[in-house]
């Protein structure tokens, strides 16, 4: 079955600090992959999604950046974090139908 | 593009009531329709899902219905429960990029 897993699960990062936040699929190949982020505990903000590798689309204009260098891989970066990064980021992935989307545990960010 | 309302923001009923959350959507190229529920703290989990060519999923105490000529669909819970209070999404897609609804909270009183 597949599975998917993100970390770190939790973490606090100073304003101006970099960010990376990883995430890996198994039992599946070649997954549409998508970085979420929800802000105050409602709202699914679509950040990029994915449909191969090196592979990006970026839905909102920020200081966020994706990057697929593995079939099965997806890392969401920023050289620079801003207070209004903070929020709780989700990783998914979507099956070979194109419909349904299946969330990652999440990473909580908060920036100080 | 798609365009997904959720109404209500806010749910609050007894337990034992019924609840119901209702989607409208805009793109009638839609055909599909999951629901998901999230518990505080945790990532979205998929609850039940409906495709355009049904007009209605049961399963227990959920259930959805969908109207594709009115492009609108509900999510249906009997008898609640505590464990059902959490914060409730619609979708509505069908080509890898579904558009979510603004999410309901249901709170169930015991």
């Known amino acids: 079955s597949q599975t998917i897993h993100q970390w770190p699960a939790t973490l606090v990062q100073p304003v101006g600090s970099p960010l990376s936040l990883e995430c890996t699929v198994e039992?599946?190949?070649?997954?549409?992959l998508y970085w979420y982020r929800q802000a105050a505990g409602r709202g699914l903000q679509l950040l990029f999604y994915s449909v191969g590798i090196g592979q990006i689309s970026s839905e909102v204009p920020q200081n966020l950046s994706a990057s697929r260098p593995q079939d099965r891989q997806f890392i969401l970066s920023s050289k620079k974090l801003l207070l209004s990064d903070s929020g709780f980021y989700l990783c998914?992935?979507?099956?070979?139908?194109?419909?349904?989307?299946?969330f990652g545990e999440g990473s909580w960010l908060t920036v100080v | 593009g798609e365009n997904v309302e959720q109404h209500p923001s806010t749910l609050s009923v007894q337990e034992g009531d019924s609840a119901v959350i209702k989607c409208t959507y805009s793109?009638?190229?839609?055909?599909?329709f999951p629901w998901y529920k999230q518990e505080l703290g945790k990532r979205p989990q998929l609850i039940i899902d409906i495709r355009s060519n049904v007009g209605e999923k049961k399963d227990q105490r959920i259930a959805v219905t969908l109207n594709k000529t009115a492009k609108h669909f509900s999510l249906h819970i009997t008898e609640t429960q505590p464990e059902d209070s959490a914060v409730y999404f619609c979708?509505?897609?069908?080509?890898?990029?579904?558009?979510f609804g603004r999410g309901t909270s249901l709170i169930v009183h015991p």
């Open positions: 793109d009638s190229a839609s055909n599909y």
């Open positions: 039992g599946t190949s070649n997954p549409n």
């Open positions: 998914a992935w979507c099956d070979s139908t194109g419909n349904t989307i299946y």
């Open positions: 979708a509505a897609g069908g080509s890898y990029i579904p558009t």
